[in-house]
């Protein structure tokens, strides 16, 4: 994936593969996780998203791909490409971002409840 920001076309994304094939786009995955990663992006993207919004997205959908997919490593490696520049938003270790999200929801409490 190529991301910047040129001052006549705006920003603009780009998926490149090993075989050279080049794509402009709004969206892309790239990986193995993908298929993960584009199930959460799917079910929520809207072009309106603020950063802060945008962000989150972009953390849960590549949480959705580590998470299932051993290839995919286990942290998110998450950058804002803007017209001033990227600005790195972290280097998260994905496990407890996944048990914290899930506590928050009320999911998995068989498993994270004390045992008698």
């Not at 190529?2 to 920003?11: D, I, L, M, R, S």
């Not at 790239?30 to 603020?50: C, M």
């Not at 997205?57 to 001033?84: C, M, P, Q, W």
């Amino acid at each position: 994936m190529c991301a910047g920001v040129t001052p006549e076309e705006g920003p603009a994304l780009y998926y490149i593969d090993s075989d050279g094939t080049r794509l402009a786009g709004n969206l892309f995955c790239v990986g193995s996780g993908q298929t993960f990663a584009y199930g959460v992006l799917d079910a929520e993207y809207r072009y309106d998203l603020s950063d802060e919004d945008a962000l989150e997205l972009g953390r849960r959908s590549i949480l959705a791909a580590t998470h299932r997919d051993a290839f995919s490593g286990g942290f998110i490696n998450l950058y804002h490409v803007k017209e001033e520049g990227w600005v790195k938003h972290g280097f998260n270790d994905t496990n407890p971002i996944f048990w914290k999200t899930k506590l928050e929801k009320g999911e998995f409490t068989n498993v994270t409840s004390e045992l008698d």
